[in-house]
Structures are given as structure tokens and as C-alpha cells.
């Protein structure tokens, strides 16, 4: 089998591969170039560069970008289809009788694209079309010769382990969300389970912010590059009778995380709320601040910047008197780095530095890159507005999606690394169940520790303490 190179080595600083096309015609075959480059083409032209023949395998940066982009325009399932169809049409797989040594060249070409699909999109193949069509082409394939059936096996193996390890770990969400409750429930009926804090759980700052990292390399690993693309799917203007992919938009793994996230930052003001007494919630704030700065010396944005918006929550960042305890100086660095003017300048050039250091890195530790998930969502959005997916004369903007593509594609290559650091599970339970105040508990018990400063502070204190505890 064709070994496939590494993400990173797909795309080049300019988008994509320059030398993927050979011919210095402006047009080819329904397909638009300039200076080689393709720029755009018909959907049914776009969908035969896919299919491998003799004397052709199409390049794997464009493998990923049409597999990526495609489904704004078709299901998956049709796509294979079509493609399935082409292969057995172009190379008479299914003629018995056509000649054993051009099935000889092709079988390992269209077995090698079908590995490629089912390894970097392995979510279509939760739907049984799909599966059904994969097999019945990798059977086609498999008859030939015995070399060609074990790959065929090794492939499908692959797969299956794959969607086997993504239903346990939907499970393992299911299990979470059934069980989560709010800590104000738990407080007030059984006020002894949650004395412990984090820092009895975990007194140690770098170690908390290894097993952050820990939680946020397996939720990221679980997201499909496809997600991204899904999550903005809409009716595409030249299909008249249905919305393409949006009845069924599948982005569990994507809003699984954006909810760990949030889930952090409110973990966070609870744990920084709960103390009684001001030296200790002081000391909450400080040991934050250092798990914080651990998390970007380790290139955990998303864990850094859901700390920074914890802390930075109104119930956190009204208690004056406990902000006046604090050495802030450490936490207005980390604020600095994560400023938002310019469009995170200061974070994108240090996003940047991680990036270029997890390229030459001999360690795992040095190639980990976990961006701050929401403004990478942000920009593929903005990308995805900001251009037209077709272009006046009905073709297909791919130009638009060797860009897109190349975003992905950087996130495919952060979310494939190992974490290096030792789990601890007690603390990873911890951080992952234990109950967190909702916003008005946390209000309510801001409130509790630095009494309201003003009439409206005052009156929605009553409130909360009528409608949380039941007292006047």
C-alpha cells in the first residue's frame, strides 16, 4: 500500500500544494486553472479528477479538500456512490473478462483512495449506504487477487475500529450529561460530599494543567475534520428540492468540546465562589493564575482561555476585596496574550510560535498545539461567509476550499498528537464530573461573600436567595 506523508506536509504557506497539476491549459476537462493551479470547476468534473485511473492517482491535497468541501454540495453517501460507479465504469471491474493486468494497475489505486477516505473521514461511513457501497467495492477489488483481499481486510478492520471507538466515546458524553447536576442541589442536600476542592484533589498547578491537557487532546482527537464543514451547511442554490446535508447536521464531538469549554470556566469561578473566607478564595485565584501559565507554556490555549473567562466572570471579578489579596501581576500577562483587540494578534502570533515549535519538536511534549477552539470555529465561519461556494457561472469555488482545507488541515495534524504526560484519575474524574454552580448560584454565592454594593446588586440578591435557598 501507498504510504500517506504527514498533514503538515500537505499544504504549503500559500494554501496548497503548487506542483499538484501538470498542464498549462486554462482549462481542462470542465476544471479551471491559473499558473496551475486549480481554481475552480464543475461538480461532475470535480468528482472525475477524484477517480484514480492507469495512468493517474489524484494528489492528496486534493483528495482531502474535495472529500472536505464536497458534502456543501451532496451527501457522502452520493458522492461514493458516483465515485464507486466511475471506478467499475472506467476500469470494467465489473466484466469478468477484461484483461487481468489493467485490473492489476488500478486495484491498488482505487483501494489506496477508499483507505484514504475511510481514515480521514470515518464518520461517513456511519451511514450504512455508505458502508454497504465501500464493501461491495472493496469485493470487487478483493476478487482479484489474494494480496488485494488481505488489504481490503486491513482497511475495513481500521474502520471499524474507529466508528467502534467513537461510539464508546459518545457513550462515555452520555454517561456525563445523564449524571451532571448542579452544585447548589448538591450543596444543600448533602452539604458533606463536596467539602473537598480542587486543590485537595490536586495541589500541584502544573500537574492540574497536564491532566487539562489530557481532557483536551481526547475531546479534540474525537472531532471529524467534516464537523467543521457541517456545522455551516446550507441549501445549496442550484439543488431545488432539498437542503444538502442539514437535516442530519453531525457536529456532536465539535459541541462536545465547546461545552467542556464552558464547563471549565464556570468549574472555575465555582471553585474561586465556594470558599467562605477570603484568604482562601484568594489562593484559588492564585493557583489558577499558575495553572494558567502552565497550560501556555504547554501550548493548551482552549484550557488557558477558559480559565482566563472564568476568572474573569462577573460573580469572579466583582469581589474586590478578594482581587486585592491577589499578586495580579502574572494573571495581566496572561490576559495581555489573550487580549481580543486586533483580532487576538498577541494569541495568533503566539499560536504561530507553538505551531513552528511543534514542527521541528523531538518531544511530544513540544508538539502539542491546542488552539482556542471558538475563535477557530469563528474563522472558518467567517471564511465560509465570506466567500460564495459557486462562482456566477455555476462552478464550484475551489479556491475557496484549498483555503478552507488548509485550516482544517492544521487542526488535523494538533489533534493526532500524543498527550505525554501521566493520567491521573482521580483528578481527571474529578475535573470532568464534579457538580459546578450555574450562573445565578454563582451570583447567589458571590453574593454570600462580599455583600451587594448598589440597589440593584441588593435586590437581586433577595431574589436569589428566595428562589435558590428559599429564604427572605
Same mark, same amino acid.
Given at each position: 500500500?501507498?504510504? %500517506?506523508?504527514?498533514?503538515?506536509?500537505?499544504?504549503?504557506?500559500?494554501?496548497?500544494?503548487?506542483?499538484?497539476? #501538470?498542464?498549462?491549459?486554462?482549462?481542462?476537462?470542465?476544471?479551471?486553472?491559473?499558473?496551475?493551479?486549480?481554481?475552480?470547476?464543475?461538480?461532475?468534473?470535480?468528482?472525475?479528477?477524484? +477517480?484514480?485511473?492507469? /495512468?493517474?492517482?489524484?494528489? @492528496?491535497?486534493?483528495?482531502?479538500?474535495?472529500?472536505?468541501?464536497? @458534502?456543501?454540495?451532496?451527501?457522502?453517501?452520493?458522492?461514493?456512490?458516483?465515485?464507486?460507479?466511475?471506478?467499475?465504469? *472506467?476500469?470494467?471491474?465489473?466484466?469478468?473478462?477484461?484483461?487481468?493486468?489493467?485490473?492489476?494497475?488500478?486495484?491498488?489505486?482505487?483501494?489506496?483512495?477508499?483507505?484514504?477516505?475511510?481514515?480521514?473521514?470515518?464518520?461517513?461511513?456511519?451511514?450504512?449506504?455508505?458502508?454497504?457501497?465501500?464493501?461491495?467495492?472493496?469485493?470487487?477489488?478483493?476478487?482479484?487477487?489474494?494480496?488485494? $483481499?488481505?488489504?481490503?481486510?486491513?482497511?475495513?478492520?481500521?474502520?471499524? $475500529?474507529?466508528?467502534? %471507538?467513537?461510539?464508546?466515546?459518545?457513550?462515555?458524553?452520555?454517561?456525563?450529561?445523564?449524571?451532571?447536576?448542579?452544585?447548589?442541589?448538591?450543596?444543600? %442536600?448533602?452539604?458533606?460530599?463536596? #467539602?473537598?476542592?480542587?486543590?485537595?484533589?490536586?495541589?500541584?498547578?502544573?500537574?492540574?494543567?497536564?491532566?487539562? &491537557?489530557?481532557?483536551?487532546?481526547? @475531546?479534540?482527537?474525537?472531532?471529524?475534520?467534516?464537523?467543521?464543514?457541517?456545522?455551516?451547511?446550507?441549501?445549496?442554490? !442550484?439543488?431545488?428540492?432539498?437542503?444538502?446535508?442539514?437535516? $442530519?447536521?453531525?457536529?456532536?464531538?465539535?459541541?462536545?468540546?465547546?461545552?467542556?469549554?464552558? $464547563?471549565?470556566?464556570?468549574?472555575?469561578?465555582?471553585?474561586?465562589?465556594?470558599?467562605?473566607?477570603?484568604?482562601?478564595?484568594?489562593?484559588?485565584?492564585?493557583?489558577?493564575?499558575?495553572?494558567?501559565?502552565?497550560?501556555?507554556?504547554?501550548?493548551?490555549?482552549?484550557?488557558?482561555?477558559?480559565?482566563?473567562?472564568?476568572?474573569?466572570?462577573?460573580?469572579?471579578? =466583582?469581589?474586590?476585596?478578594?482581587?486585592?489579596?491577589?499578586?495580579?501581576?502574572?494573571?495581566?500577562?496572561?490576559? *495581555?496574550?489573550?487580549?481580543?483587540?486586533?483580532?487576538?494578534?498577541?494569541?495568533?502570533?503566539?499560536? =504561530?510560535?507553538? &505551531? #513552528?515549535?511543534?514542527?521541528?519538536?523531538?518531544?511530544?511534549?513540544?508538539?502539542?498545539?491546542?488552539?482556542?477552539?471558538?475563535?477557530?470555529?469563528?474563522?472558518?465561519?467567517?471564511?465560509?461567509?465570506?466567500?460564495?461556494?459557486?462562482?456566477?457561472?455555476? *462552478?464550484?469555488?475551489?479556491?475557496?476550499?484549498?483555503?478552507?482545507?488548509?485550516?482544517?488541515?492544521?487542526?488535523?495534524?494538533?489533534?493526532?498528537?500524543?498527550?505525554?504526560?501521566?493520567?491521573?484519575?482521580?483528578?481527571? #474524574?474529578?475535573?470532568?464530573?464534579?457538580?459546578?454552580?450555574?450562573?445565578?448560584? !454563582?451570583?447567589?454565592?458571590?453574593?454570600?461573600?462580599?455583600?451587594?454594593?448598589? *440597589? +440593584?446588586?441588593? /435586590?437581586?440578591?433577595?431574589?436569589? =436567595?428566595?428562589?435558590?435557598?428559599?429564604?427572605?
Amino acid at each position: 500500500m501507498p504510504q %500517506t506523508p504527514p498533514f503538515s506536509a500537505m499544504f504549503d504557506s500559500s494554501g496548497y500544494n503548487r506542483n499538484l497539476y #501538470q498542464s498549462a491549459e486554462d482549462s481542462c476537462g470542465g476544471l479551471y486553472y491559473h499558473d496551475n493551479n486549480l481554481l475552480s470547476g464543475s461538480l461532475e468534473a470535480l468528482i472525475q479528477h477524484l +477517480v484514480p485511473n492507469v /495512468d493517474y492517482y489524484p494528489d @492528496r491535497t486534493y483528495i482531502f479538500t474535495f472529500l472536505l468541501s464536497s @458534502r456543501l454540495f451532496m451527501h457522502p453517501y452520493e458522492l461514493m456512490a458516483k465515485v464507486c460507479h466511475l471506478c467499475v465504469e *472506467h476500469q470494467r471491474l465489473s466484466d469478468p473478462n477484461s484483461d487481468k493486468n489493467q485490473i492489476r494497475k488500478i486495484a491498488p489505486k482505487i483501494l489506496q483512495l477508499l483507505t484514504e477516505w475511510t481514515e480521514t473521514f470515518p464518520y461517513d461511513f456511519r451511514d450504512e449506504r455508505m458502508m454497504r457501497n465501500l464493501k461491495d467495492m472493496a469485493h470487487r477489488i478483493a476478487s482479484g487477487e489474494e494480496t488485494y $483481499r488481505k488489504n481490503v481486510q486491513q482497511m475495513i478492520q481500521g474502520l471499524i $475500529r474507529k466508528l467502534t %471507538t467513537l461510539s464508546q466515546y459518545e457513550e462515555f458524553l452520555a454517561k456525563i450529561s445523564s449524571t451532571s447536576t448542579d452544585r447548589l442541589t448538591v450543596l444543600k %442536600t448533602k452539604p458533606q460530599s463536596i #467539602q473537598r476542592d480542587i486543590i485537595t484533589v490536586c495541589s500541584d498547578p502544573y500537574t492540574l494543567a497536564q491532566q487539562l &491537557t489530557h481532557i483536551e487532546l481526547e @475531546r479534540l482527537n474525537h472531532i471529524g475534520p467534516e464537523e467543521f464543514v457541517q456545522a455551516f451547511v446550507q441549501k445549496d442554490p !442550484l439543488d431545488n428540492d432539498k437542503s444538502c446535508y442539514s437535516e $442530519r447536521k453531525k457536529t456532536r464531538n465539535l459541541e462536545a468540546y465547546v461545552e467542556w469549554f464552558n $464547563r471549565l470556566s464556570y468549574l472555575v469561578a465555582t471553585e474561586i465562589c465556594m470558599p467562605v473566607k477570603k484568604k482562601h478564595r484568594a489562593r484559588m485565584i492564585e493557583y489558577f493564575i499558575d495553572v494558567a501559565r502552565e497550560c501556555f507554556n504547554i501550548g493548551n490555549f482552549n484550557s488557558l482561555m477558559a480559565i482566563i473567562s472564568g476568572m474573569n466572570m462577573s460573580p469572579v471579578s =466583582r469581589l474586590k476585596k478578594t482581587w486585592a489579596k491577589v499578586k495580579t501581576a502574572k494573571f495581566d500577562v496572561l490576559e *495581555h496574550q489573550m487580549d481580543p483587540s486586533s483580532n487576538f494578534y498577541n494569541y495568533r502570533t503566539a499560536l =504561530r510560535g507553538a &505551531t #513552528q515549535r511543534s514542527l521541528t519538536a523531538h518531544s511530544s511534549r513540544e508538539k502539542i498545539v491546542i488552539p482556542f477552539f471558538s475563535l477557530l470555529i469563528k474563522d472558518i465561519y467567517f471564511l465560509n461567509e465570506g466567500c460564495a461556494n459557486r462562482l456566477p457561472n455555476g *462552478h464550484v469555488n475551489f479556491e475557496k476550499f484549498w483555503e478552507l482545507a488548509k485550516q482544517v488541515s492544521e487542526f488535523m495534524t494538533w489533534k493526532q498528537v500524543e498527550c505525554p504526560f501521566e493520567r491521573d484519575r482521580k483528578i481527571l #474524574q474529578y475535573l470532568v464530573t464534579v457538580p459546578v454552580f450555574s450562573e445565578d448560584a !454563582l451570583y447567589l454565592a458571590s453574593y454570600e461573600s462580599e455583600g451587594p454594593e448598589n *440597589h +440593584v446588586e441588593k /435586590d437581586r440578591w433577595k431574589s436569589l =436567595r428566595s428562589s435558590l435557598l428559599g429564604r427572605v
